[in-house]
């Protein structure tokens, strides 16, 4: 399954909202009835952390400005207010099959 | 607290072989499955290997069947990855995470394999 972020790279200002896309190749639902399609962010120097899992369901200690939705194949990952500790890559996962595929990444820096 | 911790990784030349380690602490290891993840420099995040809760089922990313096998022993929270036949495109930041529900919720700091002469 492929996986496609876009864009790859945004500069956004402090308090505005950003989004980011991700587009599977082929349906990432379960028969569970959910996505199987997480979100990570790696900051500069850290390893990567979960944000979403199943498509909208918000980590442990994932502030609620972050959201996430699904539409079909197509992902997207809401920030509503970003802050300067939101700086890093972002990387959309799929899980429902292996090989486990990740989207090439979309960094965020602060304007 | 709950935490991966890698080791293992270094220096190695082209053909030779690395075996990594991954120690679980604070979590109920045997009850997860487990996963290795590596980096390139500079590069995006790469799925490598995963294996279930009692080591019976491995899947592998099809580029390094045969080259790679990952492990565990439950009885010391302990997941492993042999890595051999080494080649210059494996330099990379590994890290374990723990499988949960389709994600990966918990990672390691990561150790750096580097394949150099």
């Known amino acids: 399954i492929v996986m496609t972020q876009s864009p790859l790279s945004l500069s956004v200002t402090p308090g505005e909202p950003a989004s980011i896309s991700c587009r599977s190749s082929?349906?990432?639902?379960?028969?569970?009835?959910?996505?199987?399609l997480s979100w990570y962010l790696q900051k500069p120097g850290q390893s990567p952390q979960l944000l979403m899992y199943l498509g909208s369901n918000r980590a442990s200690g994932v502030p609620d400005r972050f959201r996430g939705s699904a539409s079909g194949t197509d992902f997207a990952l809401e920030i509503s207010r970003v802050e300067a500790e939101d700086v890093g890559v972002y990387y959309c996962m799929q899980g429902l099959q292996a090989p486990v595929t990740f989207g090439q990444g979309t960094r965020l820096d602060i304007k | 607290e709950v935490q991966l911790v890698e080791s293992g990784g270094g220096l190695v030349q082209p053909g030779g072989s690395l075996r990594l380690s991954c120690a679980a602490s604070?979590?109920?290891?045997?009850?997860?499955?487990m996963t290795w993840v590596r980096q390139g420099p500079g590069k995006g995040l790469e799925w490598v290997a995963n294996?279930?809760?009692?080591?019976?089922?491995?899947n592998y990313v099809d580029s390094l069947k045969g080259r790679f096998t990952i492990s565990r022993d439950n009885a010391k929270n302990s997941l492993d990855l042999q890595m051999n036949s080494l080649r210059a495109e494996d330099t990379a930041v590994y890290y374990c995470?723990?499988?949960?529900?389709?994600?990966?919720?918990?990672w390691g700091p990561g150790t750096m394999v580097t394949v150099s002469s």
């Open positions: 604070g979590l109920t290891f045997s009850s997860s499955w």
């Open positions: 995470a723990r499988s949960a529900g389709w994600a990966f919720d918990i």
């Open positions: 082929q349906s990432l639902l379960h028969s569970n009835g959910h996505n199987c």
């Open positions: 294996i279930n809760q009692d080591g019976s089922q491995r």
